[in-house]
């Protein structure tokens, strides 16, 4: 299984960006996926994802601030930040597993990783 982010990059505040994770022997549909970040000495936190009956999930401190969605004809999942700030500079991962009874926010049952997306917002 693989999964691999794209669309990060070096953005100013106030734009949006929209991250992409594309996976092989891994299908979105009907699997949860969960996109997650870490700051600069900072833990990983979960931001959004997709649970496996396909409804979407956005952390309360991120509501409003993003978007997630997927296109299971092209197997990708999508994160879309809007009105990004300084503090959204993290790297961004995505992760799914096959597993899950129902959505889960802890990180730590998460089985598939993808390598990360620097994402870098001036100020």
């Known amino acids: 299984v693989q999964l691999v982010e794209s669309g990060g990059g070096l953005v100013q505040t106030g734009e949006s960006l929209e991250l992409s994770c594309t996976a092989s022997e891994f299908v979105f549909d009907g699997n949860d996926m969960i996109w997650v970040r870490q700051a600069p000495g900072k833990e990983r936190e979960a931001v959004a994802g997709i649970g496996s009956d396909g409804s979407p999930h956005v952390a309360t401190f991120m509501k409003g601030g993003v978007t997630v969605s997927s296109d299971n004809a092209k197997n990708t999942a999508f994160l879309q930040i809007h009105n990004v700030k300084p503090e959204d500079t993290a790297v961004y991962y995505c992760?799914?597993?096959?597993?899950?009874?129902?959505?889960?926010?802890?990180?730590?049952?998460?089985?598939?990783w993808g390598q990360g997306t620097q994402v870098t917002v001036s100020s």
């Open positions: 992760a799914g597993d096959t597993k899950m009874n129902g959505f889960i926010w802890y990180l730590g049952v998460w089985t598939y």
